[in-house]
């Protein structure tokens, strides 16, 4: 027997009912990018603007440095450098409280531990092998750590940081301490399982935590399209609940912006937030690359239209700084740099008894 209409539509299902706590979701889940939109960029003050202008070059000449020492064998292993991204780490960074906050990233790791302030002597005597080094010259240029500094590597297994910044983030909870983990990784590695598990995980139980996509447009040779189903990376958190915004990782004041609304959203104790950083690297994958996948082209129009330090350089002549000042900085930034490339020179390589220590040697 034919129901009633007013059966029918009691008992058809309301594909988006008012009361659909689904609904509510998605606008919260868009808040943040909605806020981004009102106000993208930060209002840096000419000293601050000025700073993070002094660290993405003092980036920038160290990595030159540190492929002229490659180049001349005085770095062994691998040594994966930052050029292009140099706006993603100032401008995260610069919203951290250092004495608080903890960070965790992959192998490209060298401008994450400058934009915390360590000291660029440590990094490059790590580089070289020297028992100065901030890992004691055993870590290389992977894995840089710095409990101190909570600096927590530095990894070479790609996406492992993911789930060991839940980790620090799961520890600042437990802890109270108020700390918030900055947890950066790659295109590529967004394609992993463990990272939807620690999703999971930050999301059901509200963990302080930032997982910031770095998206440079290739895994190794890989280009996005081509190993990504969901190239928007900022929505691989929506089955989770976790908000997410793109940023335009060339631009420091907009990265800054990004990093003040996901910071302040995470420390309220409203659990993770997904940032995906868009940006570029203009050099190869590791120093061994001949970065045969793109052309030269593209990596010059990224160069010529889109540096994050040309920028910069551009806002702060506009705010009155003259080219002498700036040709000032650079200089005194160079001489930083080379500092720091001759301490590590002069220093002396670990004692060979330190071959045993920090390291497992049993058997398990
Ligand atoms: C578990 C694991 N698988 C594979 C590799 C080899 N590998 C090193 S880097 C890399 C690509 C990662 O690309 P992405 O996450 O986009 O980071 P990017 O190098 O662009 O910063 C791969 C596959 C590895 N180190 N670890």
């Known amino acids: 027997m034919a ?53 993405m ?38 919203a951290l409280d250092p004495k608080l906050d903890s960070v965790i990233t992959g192998y490209r790791d060298h401008g994450h531990m400058l934009a915390y302030g360590i000291d660029p002597k440590l990094i490059m005597a790590e580089l070289t092998g ?48 108020g700390g918030v983990c900055l947890a950066y990784f790659g295109d590529g590695a967004s394609n ?35 190993g990504s189903a969901e190239t928007h990376f900022y929505r691989r958190g929506t089955a989770f609940r976790i908000p997410g915004l793109p940023v335009n990782g060339m631009d420091v004041l907009e990265v800054r912006q990004a990093a003040n609304i996901a910071i302040d959203y995470v420390r309220a104790g409203n659990g993770p937030v997904l940032l995906e950083l868009n940006t570029y690297r203009y050099r190869g994958h590791s120093m061994s690359d001949p970065a045969k996948y793109r052309t030269r082209e593209e990596v010059q129009e990224m160069k010529d239209k889109h540096d994050p330090i040309d920028h910069a350089k551009a806002e702060l002549l506009l705010r009155g700084v003259s080219e002498d000042e700036i040709k000032a900085i650079d200089k005194r930034l160079r001489g930083i740099v080379t500092e720091a490339a001759d301490f590590a020179d002069s220093s002396p390589e670990p ?11 049993e058997n398990y």
């Open 57 to 94: 070059v003092l980036i920038r000449r160290f990595e030159e440095k540190a492929g002229q020492l490659y180049g001349l064998g005085l770095i062994g292993g691998f040594c994966h450098l930052y050029i292009g991204q140099e706006a993603v780490a100032v401008g995260l960074q610069s």
């Open 130 to 177: 020297r028992a100065a080094g901030i890992s004691r010259g055993k870590g290389g240029s992977m894995h840089m750590f710095s409990v101190e500094h909570h600096f927590y590597g530095g990894h070479g297994i790609v996406g492992a940081q993911v789930s060991l910044g839940t980790g620090l983030a799961f520890g600042h909870k437990y802890r109270e301490d």
């Open 192 to 226: 992993q399982g463990q990272v939807y598990e620690s999703f999971n995980m930050a999301s059901l139980w509200k963990l302080p935590i930032v997982y910031v996509i770095e998206n440079n447009g290739y895994a190794m040779g890989t280009a996005v399209k081509r």
């Open 3 to 55: 129901k009633t209409t007013a059966n029918s539509s009691a008992t058809a299902p309301d594909p988006a009912p008012a009361s659909d706590p689904g609904g509510e979701d998605l606008i919260q889940l868009r808040s943040l990018q909605l806020a981004h939109q009102a106000e993208s960029r930060y209002q840096a003050s000419d000293e601050e603007l000025r700073h993070f202008y002094e660290q």
């Open 351 to 361: 004692d060979l008894a330190e071959l045993s220590t920090d390291v497992l040697v």
